[in-house]
């Protein structure tokens, strides 16, 4: 999940710098040197630039959040399979102990 995380967020800030580029391209008199057809291109590519952005951004997020929810191995208590904090020397459920022998 970590992989994924890292390389989902590495294309939304390229996303980002394209979009950056693509909203320099479309302003002021840029957009006016350039032909119909042209100006209508670049008028249309930050558009779904934007857009693309937005929903890497918002993939990036959720991600994000449910990567915090996943349980991790260590706590769970091993003999009732309850959840534990981190700092707990029993367990709330069970009674079992996470101290060291």
Same mark, same amino acid.
């Given at each position: +999940? =970590? =992989?994924?995380?890292?390389? *989902?967020?590495?294309?939304?800030?390229?996303?980002?710098?394209?979009?950056?580029?693509?909203? %320099? &391209?479309?302003?002021?008199?840029?957009?006016?040197? +350039?032909?119909?057809?042209?100006?209508?291109?670049?008028?249309?590519?930050?558009? %779904?630039?934007?857009? *693309?952005?937005?929903?890497?951004? $918002?993939?990036?997020?959720?991600?994000?959040? *449910? &990567? $915090?929810?996943?349980?991790?191995? #260590?706590?769970?208590?091993?003999?009732? =399979?309850?959840?534990?904090?981190? =700092?707990? #020397?029993?367990?709330?459920?069970? $009674?079992? &102990?996470?101290?060291?022998?």
């Amino acid at each position: +999940m =970590k =992989k994924f995380r890292l390389i *989902l967020a590495a294309v939304t800030a390229a996303e980002g710098i394209y979009m950056i580029y693509a909203n %320099w &391209s479309v302003r002021g008199y840029h957009l006016l040197e +350039m032909n119909a057809a042209a100006g209508h291109r670049a008028a249309v590519t930050y558009r %779904w630039a934007v857009v *693309l952005f937005l929903i890497l951004l $918002g993939a990036d997020i959720a991600a994000g959040i *449910l &990567s $915090g929810r996943r349980i991790h191995k #260590k706590n769970i208590c091993p003999v009732c =399979k309850g959840r534990r904090r981190e =700092k707990d #020397k029993f367990c709330r459920h069970c $009674g079992h &102990s996470f101290l060291p022998k």
